[in-house]
Each structure stands twice: as C-alpha cells, then as structure tokens.
C-alpha cells in the first residue's frame, strides 16, 4: 500500500518555507469530458468531477487549484482547466506578488489529473494566495496556503484539500486532517472498484467544532467558524501544551520497563522493551527514545519513520498507538478495534472526533492514522474517473 507519508514527500519538499504550510445553492457537478484531444495533451489523463452541496457557496464563489510535482517531468507544476500540466515559475507571481492558479467552478468540466503527486485545493468564498518562491535549490516552488498561521494570506479564505497521487500503477487519493480542517470533502474513486471516503454523516462539521469548543485543552484550536487547526501546529503557536501527552507517555515508558511489546509488521513480529530510558526492540528495529508531546502530534522527531521496511512501520505503529492512547491496553500492536480508541484522559481528541463524525469512521486525523487502515485514503489501479464532493457547511 502506497501511503500519505510516501506519497506526498516529493510535494512536501516543494520550498524551504513552509508548503503555505453565502449564497444557498442547489448542488451542481461539474465534470470531465474524456476526448481524444485531452488525452493527447496529457497522456493517462484522469477525470475529475466537482459536486457542490455546501448550502452555503454558489458554483460561483468556489474556486480550484491542482498543484503538485509532475512525475513525468519531477518539475513542481500546476494544471490548467483543460488538464494539462505547466512548470510553475517566479514569473507567474502577479503585481502583488501572489499567481492566479485558480480554475473557476463552471471551468472545472474539462478538468483531468496528469501523472502528477500532489493536492486540490478548493477555496471558497475568496482566492487563494501562492507564490513561487526558489527552493533550496534554487528551483522555482510553490509557497501554499497555511490555513494553521493566523494573519498569513488567506487564513480568512475557507479551503481544504484533496491529496494525490496519480501515476501508471494508479491513482492513490485521500482527504487530510493532519494540517487543518475547514470543508467537509467526500472522494468517489471509480475504476476497478467503487470506493468512497471522507463523506460526514450529517451535522458532522458543527459536531467537530462544538466538540472540540467545549473541551477546555482543544478548545484553543478553533478559529470561530473558519477552521480547527491541529494541534501540533497550535503547540508551536504557543496554544496547546506542549507537555500534553507526557502523563501518558510516562506510563507507557514505567509499564514497558517490566513487561514486553510485540508489533508485528509485514517484515515480521517484533519484541520491545524500554531499557535506559529507550524503547528498544529486536530484530534489528532501531531503539526509539522517549518522544516528547510535539513527536506523537507530529509522528516526527524520536518518532520519525524512515522508509526502511523495518523500523519505519515499527515508529507508524507506535506513533498511532500513542496518539489513540492503546498502548497500556494492548501489548499487541496496532490494535484494529477503533471502540478502544481514544478511551484515555490524555488522548488525541482532535482526531477522535473526526472518526467520530464520518460515515465510514475513517479520517486523516495524524500522520500515522493509516495504521490499520483508518484513515480517509482511497486507492486503485485501474482508476477511471474521481469524483469531488464539497458537502455541507
């Protein structure tokens, strides 16, 4: 399985910044009209339709930008409307400094996906402000919005995301949490299965924002009726405690200095313990050190995965375990029973209440939330057509 973290390391290498890291309506579809010019253009193109059933937003006021690395190139690139792919460069930044990527809603019918890995955005309400700036290499890239930075362009603007990748072995897709959350977005991957995800069950959204309103930690990573933003992003904001999961975390490291851990992966079943203060397993798995709260927010630093078949999904496992509190209620890991997820005092609430409110209970909730196949990823390799749902706000 191709997942979120692999999938998306080429775009999020984009910059050396951060990745920038109403009307009633009745809902319209706009969709992609597979023809022998398009196909032409962008070989392996892939159609995309857009449904809008916010209640909120005309066609008129949603706007679309694709944006990503094009894999037959390896040049950070944007897709115009009729589904052909442009390098981007500093020249497209306009008088005010910002490009205009955006596809308007009533332009979206001829729009397909080249080989490329990278995101929808889908703003409403307003533009979206990118700028293309030189990489670390020199290179031009793309700065994104970072809806989690209060007072950076665009904060104001509702957008949210659909994550890609599509290639010759298929189109590997998923809406994400991890960041930032302000629209409800469902994907519907057809091809050689009919998969959706990400869908809410209804008063989903306000469920999620009043939840996490009402809790007197989280309560802080909600920005009025605009967005909930992660928590590790709040932590480095100074708005979340950065000794959140410590209690936590130090009865996990107390219970384990006595008492084995088995994570078994598909390289194997590995036993670990915590001795000197390390999480230390066998099988040539690395020793993991005691990770702080910022390491199980953002499933980095001493839980950082490398992609070495052996080590990597023994940190996915242990990241998703600390962040669904399990580990003190199963030495056998991961654990795929989500009613004994979250169960603890000290938890991530901000991703249980999205599991809470989809339909299918599946959310990109953290980084490692595909760890036992709970997060909102769809994947196919014989892809034909996906579809966009912008539900309701």
């Given amino acids: 399985m191709i997942d979120r973290r692999l999938f998306l390391g080429g775009l999020g290498a984009a910059a050396t910044v951060p990745l920038l890291g109403t009307v009633g309506c009745a809902p319209r579809e706009a969709t992609a009209d597979l023809s022998a010019s398009s196909d032409a253009a962008n070989p392996g193109a892939l159609p995309v339709s857009f ?11 949603i706007l679309a930008y694709v944006i990503g690395t094009d894999l037959t190139t390896g040049q950070h690139s944007r897709v115009s409307a009729d589904g052909v792919s442009h390098p981007v460069s500093l020249d497209d930044n306009g008088p005010d400094g910002y490009t205009d990527y955006s596809i308007p809603f009533a332009d979206l019918a001829g729009l397909t996906l080249p080989y490329m890995s ?11 402000h990118i700028r293309i700036v030189a990489d670390g ?67 989903g959204r306000d469920a999620v924002f009043q939840a996490l309103a009402a809790d007197p930690v989280f309560s802080a990573l909600v920005y009025d009726d605009l967005r909930v933003i992660a928590p590790g992003h709040a932590l480095d904001a100074g708005l979340f405690p950065a000794d959140y999961f410590d209690p936590y ?34 099988g040539g798995v690395r020793a993991f050190d005691r990770p702080s709260t910022r390491d199980v927010l953002f499933c980095d630093g001493a839980l950082a995965a490398p992609n070495d078949g052996i080590s990597g999904p023994v940190a996915a496992i242990l990241g998703a375990a600390l962040n669904r509190s399990t580990l003190l209620t199963s030495a056998n890991q991961p654990t795929d029973d989500p009613s004994g997820f979250y169960l603890d005092e000290v938890t991530n609430k901000y991703a249980s209440v999205f599991h809470e409110n989809t339909e299918d209970g599946k959310a990109y909730g953290f980084a490692f939330d595909d760890v036992a196949d709970f997060a909102s990823y769809i994947q196919d390799h014989g892809p034909e057509r996906l579809e966009v749902t912008l539900t309701t706000l």
């Fill in 118 to 128: 990278g995101r929808i955005y889908l703003s409403l309400g307003g533009p979206l």
């Fill in 51 to 61: 449904t809008n059933e916010t209640g909120r937003f005309s066609d008129g006021e």
């Fill in 249 to 282: 975390i130090d009865r996990v490291w107390s219970h384990y200095a006595s008492n084995d851990l088995t994570v078994t992966t598909n390289a194997g079943t590995f036993t670990g313990r915590v001795q000197g203060g390390r999480f230390t397993f066998d």
């Fill in 137 to 203: 290499n020199g290179n031009p890239a793309p700065q994104l919005p970072a809806g989690w930075v209060e007072g950076s362009p665009g904060f104001d603007v509702l957008h949210d995301t659909v994550e890609f990748t599509h290639n010759d072995a298929g189109m590997f897709c998923n809406t994400s949490m991890v960041d930032q959350f302000s629209v409800p977005i469902g994907i519907r991957l057809l091809g050689d299965a009919d998969q959706s995800t990400g869908f809410f069950r209804p008063g």
